[in-house]
């Protein structure tokens, strides 16, 4: 998940949240203000409770950050790179750039995050009567804190995937069967039931109460939807494992000098059929233009306007070479949400990885059933075939 609102970064890791949080803070918010601090103390003026409920809001979700930088910073600590953090509507994800690659790597992953939240928890609730004492609205945000850091722990520990408690049983399943897809698709299939066991039991409660049915629904739905697609992105990786970068890439791409105005980038866009062009300067790659760069063009500028004026830089971009493996390359594409790769060595542009190319070698093989070189090696005829043609 990509973030709306980008708020720094922590040890490399990008912090962010998504739209979804702003409309979740607000009714919690609004919950807190109005039904759960009223009734646990009552007689405090309107502007506190409303106060101490925005408080609470935050603190919580600075929990929740601080439960997926468990996650990440064990992540790290077990070689896997970790791109980014986003809090949304259904709490936070830690975005790896990887899967660990053995199951213990795995089960201290999935549990940091939880211990995280029982420390958070137990020292709130232990600290609530001390301060209470002397500070009510304090206190009252502690307890608020400690109960909702358990409860976060206990909903994380149902052995769901993706959830912690999930992952700790596809870590088990995969120490004990030595086989982490068969591992994945026994925790993903439970994953996906315990989804559907949440919307039934939504559609059931929706008659009693429609707030918390529809909101257990949506849990449901949330979680079967994220084990189906976590199997399957494992699936793509491992359908790209030992295959370079040099057998999909497009060989000698269309270039484009960095001295062309933006009217001529234009009509070379359109005649060769791309959304991009690698700028080559004295043989040797300088940077990308998009089709969106030209749109942050105002029309009439275009004559006076030159692509070095508008392309991303040679030192922003990410770069591959020919020997490097897809599996990798993919990761990179994902984290960083690009759709092409250009492919270099000696600062020589070679090549173009694209999106497109990635599709296909995987509609290949999935409709072939062959190895990723057979597939790698039909597709390069293609290729071939449609240059010649």
């Known amino acids: 998940m990509e973030a709306s609102i980008r708020l720094g970064h922590i040890r490399g890791i990008e912090i962010g949240v998504h739209y979804s949080w702003l409309l979740v803070f ?3 918010t609004y919950s807190l203000a109005v039904g759960i601090f009223p009734n646990w103390y009552p007689g405090w003026e309107p502007g506190t409770y409303w106060a101490i409920g925005a408080l609470s809001s935050l603190l919580l979700f600075a929990s929740v950050l601080a439960h997926e930088l468990g996650h990440s910073l064990v992540a790290q600590a077990r070689g896997v790179p970790v791109v980014s953090i986003v809090l949304f509507i259904f709490g936070g994800v830690a975005q790896l750039a990887d899967e660990a690659r053995r199951a213990r790597d795995e089960f201290l992953i999935a549990v940091a995050g939880p211990a995280v939240s029982v420390v958070i928890g137990v020292i709130s609730i232990v600290l609530w009567p001390f301060v209470d004492d002397f500070n009510q609205p304090l206190g009252a945000v502690l307890e608020y804190l400690g109960w ?7 909903f994380n520990s149902i052995p769901a995937y993706p959830l ?3 992952r700790v049983l596809r870590a088990l399943l995969w120490g004990t069967m030595r086989n982490v897809l068969r591992a994945t698709r ?3 299939g439970i994953g996906v039931a315990i989804g559907f066991l949440f919307m039934a039991g939504g559609l059931f409660l929706v008659f009693r109460s429609p707030l918390s049915g529809i909101w257990l629904i949506a849990i449901g739905w949330f979680l079967q939807n994220a084990a189906q697609q976590s199997y399957q992105q494992l699936m793509i990786r491992r359908f790209f494992e030992g295959v370079r970068v040099g057998q999909l890439m497009e060989p000698e791409p269309p270039t484009i000098s960095p001295d062309l105005t933006v009217d001529e980038l234009v009509d070379a866009l359109l005649v060769h059929n791309v959304r991009c062009f690698p700028v080559v300067e004295n043989g040797r790659l300088v940077g990308i233009v998009t089709l969106t760069d030209v749109r942050h063009v105002p029309r009439h500028e275009w004559a006076s306007h030159r692509v ?4 991303t830089p040679r030192e922003r971009l990410i770069t591959a070479s020919p020997d490097d493996d897809l599996e990798r390359v993919l990761r990179l594409m994902a984290g960083h949400e690009i759709h092409q790769i250009p492919v270099v060595e000696d600062g020589r542009l070679l090549g173009i990885l694209t999106r497109n190319a990635l599709l296909r070698f995987l509609q290949l093989r999935q409709e072939l059933a062959r190895t ?3 597939v790698a090696a039909i597709y390069a005829q293609q290729r071939r075939e449609r240059r010649v043609s």
């Open 26 to 28: 607000a009714l919690l």
């Open 148 to 154: 909702a850091n358990l409860i976060l722990v206990a």
């Open 164 to 166: 912690d408690g999930g």
């Open 186 to 188: 026994i925790a993903a």
């Open 308 to 311: 070095r004026d508008l392309m």
């Open 372 to 374: 990723p070189d057979e």
